[in-house]
Each structure stands twice: as C-alpha cells, then as structure tokens.
C-alpha cells in the first residue's frame, strides 16, 4: 500500500457528525488538488526524476537492465547506461501527464507521447514512490483541510 493509499484509507475512517461525510466530497478535494498544474508540473517532474536519476519504478525497483548493445550506445551519448529511464530522446519524459479522480491519481504518458510508450513500457514506471509522495504530504493534506473547511463555511 502506498502513502497515498494510506491516505484515503484514513479519510475513509473519519468519522464526522450527522451526514458530513456524505456531503463533504474529500475525494473530489483531492482530484481538485491534483489536478492544480503547478502540482501536475511537480509530480512530473518527481517522477522524470525518479526514472531518469534514480531509475526506479513507483515502487522503489528498477525496471530492468539494458542489453549490452543499447548501454554502449547509451554511454556513447552520455545517457544513464545500467537500468532503463525510458529516456533517449526525452519525448517519453516530455509527454507526461497527470490524471486524477476521487479516489486515484496517476502519472502516465500524454496523448503526445511516442506510440510505444502506451504499450511496451513497463506501467510501474509511471507514478510517484512514497517518497515523493511522502514529500507533497503536507500539501495534500492541507488540501483535504481546505476541502473540510469550505465544507464548514459553505455547505
């Protein structure tokens, strides 16, 4: 379970009086929250950064180990040559996207992305670790604040 599933589990638990949890939509708080694109930009770039110089999944793993031929031609161009990044030209990188409902967010490529990315590139490449979620904790949970107490004021 991630950091952020934790998070919703919790939400879930809240136990507030009368019908609040049924009119004050936390879920739809956080999709709010996500979809901000300044946090849209700061996720992307998590994980960009999570494939590129850490080169690991969402879950902390490496993605697998380049052929011997492909790392030559990496260390060639001065590109990380042991695990995959999923970055040659940076189109991959480029295109990426954040999507958020209620109760998910993901990062995944965009509609521009190279035809192969939405294929056959491993899917755990795309989205944040616990650290980086761990990192925007305190601003998603201010989020869920905001959406608690816009819930007070307003109704």
Not at 111 to 135: M, S
Request: hydrophobic share 35%; glycine share 8%; aromatic share 10%.
């Amino acid at each position: 379970m991630t950091k952020l599933d934790g998070l919703v589990l919790a939400l879930q638990e809240v136990s507030l009086p009368g019908d609040l949890p049924g009119e004050c939509d936390l879920g739809q708080g956080l999709k709010r929250f996500f979809s901000k694109e300044e946090i849209k930009a700061v996720m992307i770039k998590m994980n960009q950064s999570q494939l590129y110089d850490q080169q690991e999944s969402r879950y902390g793993t490496r993605l697998g180990i380049y052929a011997e031929k492909t790392a030559k031609h990496k260390r060639r161009v001065g590109l990380p040559d042991k695990y995959y990044t999923y970055y040659e030209t940076g189109a991959t990188h480029e295109s990426l996207d954040v999507l958020a409902e209620d109760d998910w967010v993901m990062v995944t490529p965009g509609e521009d992305a190279p035809e192969y990315a939405n294929f056959a590139l491993d899917t755990n490449a795309w989205g944040l670790n616990d650290d980086n979620f761990e990192e925007l904790m305190p601003e998603i949970k201010g989020a869920v604040v905001e959406q608690i107490r816009d819930f007070l004021r307003n109704g």
